[in-house]
């Protein structure tokens, strides 16, 4: 079992930035592919950014360019740089630990979430 706390969420106006963080558990953590996720209200959770156990990353096309995911394997952390940031970005975003970088974009297989942090954009 791995437990996944993310932390960072909080409101910031329209270009702004903010930093959240995923720690978790387990003594692997160095071999997970991490990947966040967001859901908006009213909308179906969607794939936002993933890193493989090699550093190797993906990024939706909504974010490219302004975020940017990364790990801390040494503190079982698993970042995402929010950068210029837009009212549409408002959802709570998810850390999950996923089996594959290649299929997040696609078909995401997760074998455990976060409960999520909220990240809302004021206009």
């Known amino acids: 079992q791995v437990q996944l706390v993310e932390s960072g969420g909080g409101l910031v106006q329209s270009g702004g930035s903010l930093r959240l963080s995923c720690a978790a558990s387990?003594?692997?953590?160095?071999?997970?592919?991490l990947g966040w996720f967001r859901q908006a209200p009213g909308k179906e959770r969607e794939s936002v950014a993933a890193?493989?156990?090699?550093?190797?990353?993906y990024y939706s096309d909504s974010v490219k360019g302004r975020f940017t995911i990364s790990r801390d394997n040494a503190k079982n952390t698993v970042y995402l740089q929010m950068n210029s940031l837009k009212p549409e970005d408002t959802a709570v975003y998810y850390c999950?630990?996923?089996?594959?970088?290649?299929?997040?974009?696609?078909?995401?297989?997760?074998?455990?979430w976060g409960k999520g942090t909220l990240v809302t954009v004021s206009s």
């Open positions: 387990g003594r692997t953590f160095r071999s997970y592919a």
């Open positions: 890193i493989s156990w090699s550093s190797s990353t």
């Open positions: 999950a630990v996923i089996r594959s970088v290649a299929l997040v974009g696609s078909s995401p297989v997760v074998d455990y």
